[in-house]
């Protein structure tokens, strides 16, 4: 069974998209999702300031 996830409150903090959503257990959840090509970061969190911390000192690798 795949995910069904409604994203809201999406913002942009460089290359790097911030959203909240529930998770299958309604409990509110925060993403981080770096968008560069070939990057690959993305991490869950539970508050939201975590993952707009995470957002604006993510520092991408890929060249």
């Known amino acids: ?6 994203f809201r ?3 942009r903090i460089g290359p ?3 959203a909240t959503y529930y998770d ?3 409990r509110e959840k925060h993403t981080a999702a ?3 090509p070939r ?3 993305s991490t869950d969190y539970d ?3 975590a993952a707009e911390l995470a957002a ?3 520092r991408c690798r890929v060249r």
Not at 1 to 6: D, Q
């Open 34 to 36: 770096c968008t560069a």
């Open 16 to 18: 790097v998209q911030v």
């Open 39 to 41: 990057c690959g970061f």
């Open 56 to 58: 604006r000192t993510h």
């Open 24 to 26: 299958g257990r309604g």
């Open 9 to 11: 409150r999406v913002v």
């Open 47 to 49: 508050s939201r300031a």
């Open 1 to 6: 069974m795949t995910a069904n996830r409604r």
